[in-house]
Nanobody, 124 residues
Framework: QVQLVESGGGLVQAGGSLRLSCAAS????????MGWFRQAPGKEREFVAS????????YYADTVKGRFAISRDNAKNTVYLQMNSLKPEDTAVYYC?????????????????WGQGTQVTVSS
């Protein structure tokens, strides 16, 4: 089992940047694929990005491709989401999640472990 705690959210102007962090507990962090999802008010939770356990393969939603970058540091049990060129439509609560074996990157049900989320607000 793994516990996840996100940090780094906040208020930023359009065009700005933020880096989210997700710290994981437990010694098996390096065995999990990790993902970032977001949920805006009144909308369903949606996939943002994912990285496999070794960090070699990464996946992105089309809406963030070229602006966001996911990375991980297995020595620090942490996964990051670097968000650049932020837009007002990126405003949401951002969640990190740990995926089960054989996961599909964008499928929420393949992620049994979730953090509490961190708010990102982008002003126009």
């Amino acid at each position: 089992q793994v516990q996840l705690v996100e940090s780094g959210g906040g208020l930023v102007q359009a065009g700005g940047s933020l880096r989210l962090s997700c710290a994981a507990s437990g010694r098996t962090f390096s065995s999990y694929a990790m993902g970032w999802f977001r949920q805006a008010p009144g909308k369903e939770r949606e996939f943002v990005a994912s990285v496999i356990s070794t960090g070699v393969l990464k996946y992105y939603a089309d809406t963030v491709k070229g602006r966001f970058a996911i990375s991980r540091d297995n020595a620090k049990n942490t996964v990051y989401l670097q968000m650049n060129s932020l837009k007002p439509e990126d405003t949401a609560v951002y969640y990190c999640a740990a995926a089960s074996v054989g996961y599909q990157p964008a499928r929420l049900n393949d992620y049994p472990y979730w953090g509490q989320g961190t708010q990102v607000t982008v002003s126009s």
